[in-house]
């Protein structure tokens, strides 16, 4: 560790943070203008260099920070409404943007001033990210965009997007790919509901018809698309299995409340079920756990794939056996009508709900068989299947 | 929340012992011993508790340890679990030294007894536990009735018991040692599924006995030896699973059918990241047990039945696939995979199997069953 991360130690923040809401008193100030305040004195994100809204402090102080602020009843930027900005714009941009860039998106991205969203699926391109058609087009100092991308939550409510285009069919799938930032307002940006098997419509379509970005909102060299993305991947992972949970403070409580209030429910062979998933409950939440020590002790280990996969799999056991459970009263569904949803939330919705929206999780953010191949590839070095689109160019590969 | 990476300290130990597993217990040695008429491996004892003077780990400082614990003790379980070891370090070191430890936390131990705590520190001699191996800590039962002192009673599939020097044998009245070689004490080797650990059937006739510890501070000390065991039983499954990964992987990398790595093939990959998966989880279920019983924590039962209702069935899947793995290699006695099979099969009844610890977890965590 160096030493200016040594001289952050919880104590010191939170005597900084009591300093800063000395000098700022959030219960008068505009919500607004005390989270810009709280960037500018580098208590957003400590990990985050001087002037970009950090201190160049160790990540696992954090939570320090967050909970000082917290326990002072001061307001946040709404983390989960701004959470594709956060964990997976924010990295980037921080990884491979300009000064010009950081400085300029940063900010409000943190605020929530600026809400982000990921434009990379697209109908043709899910697993296979690599292979996507969207083109990218230079045309003097913009470039002009068509194609159509799916599964983009918060598009409907976004300012700006990170966008995975394709600058050169001649070359093989992963060297033609380019990153940019794409003003969601810009002329020929279409944002369509799309409605999912819960009836919500958390997600959108973004079809993108001869979209101008200039050049200036390029995200690294061009053609250095894939690598960049995989900054953003990485990070889209560690948010998924990432948070930090008490005991049956996920699913696992809901049911296991039921089940101690409904004695006229049990079974054997569900109470059978019932404890093989508190059993994976809880080793999924160790693990989870475990996976934060090490991310704060500087190692971060690849369990991050592992909880992923796991919590994907446990959530639909979960919420299957809840179903079954209640038996018909567990098919009783509050309402079908499409809901503009922008965040998912398992505990206040119905059990018909859970077990649908659970199915998800196993498809979002790496399916699970994507998941074990990169656990097979990655971590456990096993060799890749032979592939047929290494070596082709983009244009030639069967489509 | 408890610390579930390995401290330097402890990654300093687990280096150490794995290395001298390496040069001491490779595979073909514990599968060129398992037929002979040796209880366990002296010579490598000899080197693990006397020279490397890892016996003595669950001593705590107030009876003269040397400031280690049950963390450190899962290190070296995970170890010997990884080569295999046929060692009666669980029954001795860990079992009846917890056993011992308890005895000694409620009442001072006489000279005898101190004796006997101190020579299974330095690894001088080994004790066992004298219950069947299955035994979980929440159902600790006596196995013996004393009549002057004498104890008569008959314990079916005892664990590390056959190479024992002293028996701890929870009977009517109270918690005795025996001395194994003692009048009245037979022992009758089992041809047991697991060839590293193997059982044994103990008869008492009248054996002569020492009062260790009565009524419920002798129930108190073989729960406290049993929990010590189950929770560091978790660790060697850990170190079962790690080989049987590890060496599929290796397999399935260098084995070439239809012009390829059979490990280049999902069907195989998917197995793989699914044990890779149990794995992860087992290492942080295991730990937190051995965390849990270092700081005497009041969640140590919870911890301990969790990992053993998850701990026994990865390691079980990972030697299975091991074994389907390698094909028709892994159906040889020449390949160690199925010592490693026999060992995780054995390991899953130890302590009572999974579905005990997932009814005690019932009770546990109030989750009654059907007509609660």
């Known amino acids: 560790m160096s030493r200016e991360g040594q001289q952050y130690d919880a104590a010191g923040l939170r005597a900084r943070v009591a300093e800063f809401l000395a000098r700022h008193d959030h219960t008068t100030m505009d919500r607004v203008e005390f989270l810009r305040a709280r960037y500018d004195a580098g208590l957003a994100w400590i990990h985050f260099p001087v002037g970009l809204g950090g201190l160049g402090a160790p990540r696992a102080l954090q939570s320090v920070v967050d909970e000082a602020f917290a326990v002072a009843g001061a307001p946040d930027n709404e983390p989960r409404r701004i959470g594709i900005g956060l964990g997976m714009a924010a990295p980037t941009i921080l990884r491979h943007g300009t000064d010009e860039q950081r400085r ?8 929530g001033e600026e809400v982000w969203c990921q434009l990379f699926s697209e109908p043709n391109a899910g697993s296979d990210l690599a292979a996507l058609a969207t083109r990218a087009v230079r045309d003097g100092d913009d470039w002009v965009i068509n194609g159509q991308k799916v599964w983009t939550s918060q598009a409907h409510l976004a300012r700006w997007a990170i966008l995975l285009a394709r ?67 990485m990070n889209e992972r560690v948010a998924i299995g990432g948070a930090a949970l008490p005991r049956e403070g996920g699913m696992i409580g809901i049911l296991a409340r039921t089940w101690r209030e409904r004695p006229d429910l049990r079974t054997p062979g569900l109470h059978d079920e019932l404890l093989r998933l508190w059993v994976a409950a809880e080793a999924v939440r160790l ?71 659970a199915k998800g999780n196993s498809i979002e953010g790496g399916t699970s068989e994507i998941l074990r191949n990169i656990i097979a590839e990655r971590v456990l070095g096993l060799p890749r299947e032979p592939r047929s689109d290494v070596d082709v160019a983009w244009k030639d590969l069967p489509k | ?34 037929e002979s008429d040796e209880a366990y491996d002296r010579e490598l004892w000899h080197t693990l508790a006397v020279e490397m003077g890892l016996a003595g780990l669950l001593i705590p400082e107030r009876h003269g340890g040397a400031g280690a614990g049950p963390r450190e003790a899962a290190v070296v379980c995970e170890e010997l679990g990884r080569a295999v070891a046929p060692v009666p ?59 002057d002192g004498s104890l008569t009673g008959t314990v079916r599939g005892v664990a590390d018991a056959l190479g024992a020097d002293v028996l701890l044998v929870p009977a009517a009245d109270g918690l005795y040692a025996v001395d194994a070689g003692s009048p009245g004490v037979e022992r009758v080797g089992v041809a047991s599924l697991d060839l590293t650990r193997p059982l044994c ?139 490693y099979l026999k060992r995780a099969k054995a390991d899953a009844i130890g302590f009572g199997t999974a579905d005990r610890h997932r009814a005690a977890l019932a009770e546990l965590v109030d989750l009654p069953g059907a007509g609660r």
């Open chain 1, 104 to 111: 300029r998106f940063l900010r409000p991205l943190w605020t």
């Open chain 1, 167 to 233: 600058t050169d069919p001649d070359v093989p799938k992963h060297r033609g790919l380019t990153y940019f930032i794409c003003d969601m307002t810009a002329p020929g940006v279409q944002v369509r509901p799309l409605r999912q098997i819960t009836g919500d419509a958390e997600f959108n379509e973004v079809f993108l018809t001869d979209v101008r970005l200039p050049d200036s909102l390029r995200l690294g060299a061009v053609g250095d698309g894939w690598r960049v993305a995989q900054t953003t991947l």
């Open chain 2, 1 to 34: 929340m408890k610390h579930l990476l390995d401290t330097p300290l402890e990654a300093d130990l687990r280096a150490g012992v794995r290395a001298m597993l390496a040069d001491r217990c490779p595979p073909q040695r514990v599968l060129a011993r398992v």
């Open chain 2, 201 to 339: 059937d103990l008869v008492l006739r009248d054996a002569p006995g020492l009062l260790l510890a009565r009524g419920p501070a002798a129930a108190a000390a073989v729960t406290a030896g049993l929990t010590a065991g189950a929770a560091l039983l978790a660790a060697e499954q850990v170190g079962l699973a790690q080989w049987c990964l590890d060496s599929t992987v290796e397999y399935v990398r260098g084995r070439y059918q239809f012009g390829r790595p059979v490990g280049s093939f999902q069907a195989l990959k998917h197995r793989l990241a699914d044990v890779w998966v149990g794995l992860a989880q087992a290492r942080a279920v295991a730990g937190y047990a051995a965390a849990c019983l270092a700081d005497n924590d009041p969640d140590t039962p919870v911890a301990v039945a969790l990992a053993q209702a998850h701990c026994a069935g990865v390691a079980v899947t990972a030697a299975e696939e091991c074994v389907q793995m390698h094909g028709g290699i892994g159906f040889t006695w020449e390949y160690p995979a199925h010592l």
């Open chain 1, 287 to 357: 693990t989870g756990e475990r996976l934060r020590q090490q991310l704060a002790a500087g190692q971060p280990g690849p369990e991050g794939s592992a909880v992923k996969l796991s919590f994907a799999t446990l959530n639909q056991r979960l919420s299957a056996l809840e179903v079954e459970l209640l038996g018909v009263e567990g098919l009783r569904h509050d309402d079908w009508t499409m809901r503009r949803s922008s965040t998912v939330d398992f505990l206040e919705r119905t059990p018909v709900y859970r077990y649908l929206r």
């Open chain 2, 89 to 147: 370090y669980l029954g001795s070191a860990v079992v009846a030294t917890a056993v011992l430890v308890a005895v000694h936390d409620e009442a001072p131990l006489d000279a005898e007894d101190a004796a006997l705590l101190r020579d299974l520190a330095a690894g001088t001699r080994v004790a066992a536990l004298a219950v069947p191996y299955s035994m979980p800590p929440f159902s600790a039962g006596v196995v013996a009735s004393v009549t």
